[in-house]
């Protein structure tokens, strides 16, 4: 059963493209025969991988052995084990059961997982492995430290101020813009235009608001799905999260693959004095070693007493500079130019003129704000940026963890005497890039000095883009 639902929701996407590009109602996939007969294969096909899995511990490993055409073997090492931990989705709690993820320290996923197994079993394993075994009420009684759980009046809020909104109404869009395939323009048109009247301009703006308040509330539902319950607890070595309403997911963060710390306030949240968490880490943690939340929702008064308590490493005061006065007119260009195009083209298409100086006048502000909020500085082994999109981030990090650091300059900061400062910790496949922009150049020296880099490029006997060779006799620059 666990392999017929994850199969069927890795197939919704393709089963939707399917409906609305495809014959629609009319394809043979959504009649019931078809129907029933693809539910069929999918449940013989979950018995048979049921019945050909596997698991045994000897000779001190784990061994997964599974697959029908293709036999897949998993030898799991008890000294890469980092730890096991075990949750239990709506399908293990109704039956009684258990899935058991094993961790090792070099992976960015579960190394192996048993997606049902008795408790007594999963106690076995943890038995032969000697290897400590978790699970989120062990953690929770066990701990001495604090545990943060999300209330209902907090989530609620989180879900209807959620920065997945753009997303949701990209797919949004994507939907309607295929909607067509079902009904058509000239019925959506007739219906809309009986129901509210009026013009050509109030049905597409009626339109629009439409489509924005179904983006809101897939935003809403979806934010409440992932964030219910959510529990965060800790030990002295890991971070341990539980979250979700009908898949119950547990999350392990050591605190040694921490690389940074990401506080983020929402446009929507910062009004009200709100923030939400994240944490940078490589190779453990939600979606194989990506960004992780460890807490939806903090005001931003408990943010110290949060950050000493779970992550006391990154609770530090630091100096910073923001970007000179000369800095401000860089920000304005860079910001309402793309807007005023953008904002020419549609008004040409849809003969709306007036939204011209609207999104002018809603663009200089996002600017000026952009500008006040930057801001970078360092202090002995940490550092931290602040910047602005639409949300404002602010990052805190150990020199130690960034994988590499640059200051750069184009032709018209270097006209303004200005730079950007850009770090990179690791996190996902791709690592994490933060950057502050147009700062004074005066800064230059002063992070790469912090973060150790070799200022032997500044002199003239050593010219920038090359390296000195070792070998050859002359005058050694200390690094």
């Known amino acids: 059963m666990t392999f017929v639902f994850r199969t069927l929701r890795e197939l919704i996407v393709p089963i939707i493209l399917i409906f609305f590009l495809g014959q629609g109602g009319n394809s043979p996939l959504f009649t019931w025969w078809g129907i029933s007969l693809m539910l069929l294969v ?58 058991l993820n094993v961790l090792t320290a070099g992976g960015s996923s579960p190394e192996a997982q048993i997606s049902a197994l008795s408790r007594s079993d999963a106690q076995a394993i943890q038995d032969a492995l000697q290897v400590e075994m978790r ?36 797919i949004v869009g994507t939907v309607m813009a295929q909607i067509n395939q079902v ?42 799905l992932r964030f219910s319950g959510f529990t965060l607890s800790r030990n002295g070595r890991e971070l341990y999260i539980r979250r979700g309403l009908f ?3 547990q999350i392990t963060i050591p605190y040694h693959r921490i690389q940074a710390v990401r506080v983020v306030e929402g446009i929507l949240r910062q009004p009200f004095g709100f923030a ?14 990506k960004t992780t939340v460890v807490f939806p929702l903090l005001r931003k008064r408990e943010l110290h007493t949060f950050m000493e308590e779970m992550l006391p490493e990154y609770d530090v005061q630091l100096p910073g500079v923001r970007p000179p006065g000369r800095a401000f007119l860089r920000y304005q260009i860079r910001t309402v130019v793309p807007a005023l195009m953008a904002a020419s083209t549609l008004a ?34 940490n550092g931290f940026m602040r910047f602005r999109r639409l949300a404002r981030t602010t990052v805190m990090f150990q020199r130690r963890r960034v994988q590499s650091l640059s200051v750069m300059a184009n032709w018209f900061q270097r006209r303004k005497k200005l730079c950007s400062v850009q770090a990179v910790v690791a996190s996902g496949s791709s690592g994490a890039v933060f950057r502050v922009d147009h700062l004074d150049e005066s800064v230059r020296n002063e992070w790469l000095g912090w973060y150790g880099a070799d200022h032997s490029v500044d002199r003239p006997e050593l010219p920038a883009g090359t390296w000195p060779d070792w070998r050859a006799d002359g005058p050694v620059y200390e690094t």
């Open 276 to 289: 939400m968490v994240y944490v940078e880490n490589a190779g453990f943690g939600d979606e194989g070693g």
């Open 183 to 224: 009904v058509s323009e000239e019925q959506m048109i007739d219906f809309l235009e009986s129901w509210i009247g009026g013009t050509s301009v109030e049905f597409w703006v009626t339109f629009v608001v439409l489509a924005v308040l179904a983006a809101w509330l897939l935003s809403l539902f979806g934010t409440l």
């Open 247 to 249: 898949e119950k997911k």
């Open 348 to 381: 040409w298409f849809m003969e709306v003129y007036w939204l011209i100086p609207v999104i002018f006048m809603a663009a200089a502000l996002m600017a000026y704000i952009r500008y006040r909020d930057a801001a970078a500085g360092f202090e002995e082994k």
């Open 135 to 170: 699970s989120p009420d062990s953690v929770e009684k066990e701990s001495t430290w604090p545990v943060y759980r999300i209330t209902r009046k907090r989530l609620l809020l989180a879900a209807s101020t959620a920065g997945s909104f753009g997303v949701a109404l990209s």
């Open 42 to 99: 999918l449940f013989v096909t979950g018995f048979v991988n049921w019945l050909r899995f596997t698991w045994r511990v000897e000779e001190g490993e784990l061994r997964i052995e599974q697959g029908l055409l293709v036999r897949k073997k998993r030898y799991v090492p008890r000294d890469r084990i980092q730890a096991i931990d075990i949750s239990s989705g709506p399908l293990q709690r109704m039956f009684g059961l258990v899935r």
